[in-house]
Structure formats: C-alpha cells, structure tokens
C-alpha cells in the first residue's frame, strides 16, 4: 500500500485542516488515462470503491487503479523554489 513521508503527512493535515474545508476531506489519487498519469485533487469523501488511507488525519483516497500503480511507493511532499507545494512519488524506501 501507498506510505506517506511525515512531510507529505504534514502538508495534507494542513490542507485538510483548513476551515473552509469541509470535515472528512482527504486528497484523492487517481489514474486518468487522458493525462497520462494520476491526479491528485481535493475530495469531500472518497468514491465507493476507493481505498482509504489514514495516517494520523492525513486522508488519502487511492483509486483502485491509482492504489495498485502506488501500491510499493511513498508519496512525499516539497515546497519548489516558488514556495508552490509539490507532491512526488518515489519508490518506498
């Protein structure tokens, strides 16, 4: 299963945590074919079929396709030089 760094941990508590977002919001993940990738959005609730990943608040909703693509990485989390933040997925170390 996906893992969270404690970065990546820390910055989605803090989005989540936000006021006016509203309560039992996770980031969700999932694989869209079009972009060639996954997508990573703000969800008020996970989709039936996906997993849910809950690290100490920090709520991750994997779809099913996304969760097996993730299924041995860790996801982290960095500011770029912009101060944007940038979620990154590298092998689980």
Do not use: Y
């Not at 941990?9 to 509203?22: G, W």
């Not at 999932?30 to 690290?55: C, K, M």
């Amino acid at each position: 299963m996906l893992t969270l760094t404690d970065t990546a941990s820390t910055e989605i508590r803090n989005i989540i945590a936000d006021p006016e977002v509203p309560d039992g919001c996770g980031l969700r993940i999932a694989n869209d074919p079009a972009a060639g990738g996954l997508t990573l959005t703000l969800a008020t609730a996970p989709a039936e079929d996906d997993q849910v990943l809950d690290e100490n608040g920090a709520r991750v909703f994997l779809e099913p396709q996304a969760a097996m693509m993730l299924d041995d990485k860790a996801l982290d989390a960095a500011h770029d030089d912009n101060g944007q933040l940038r979620f990154t997925v590298a092998a689980d170390a």
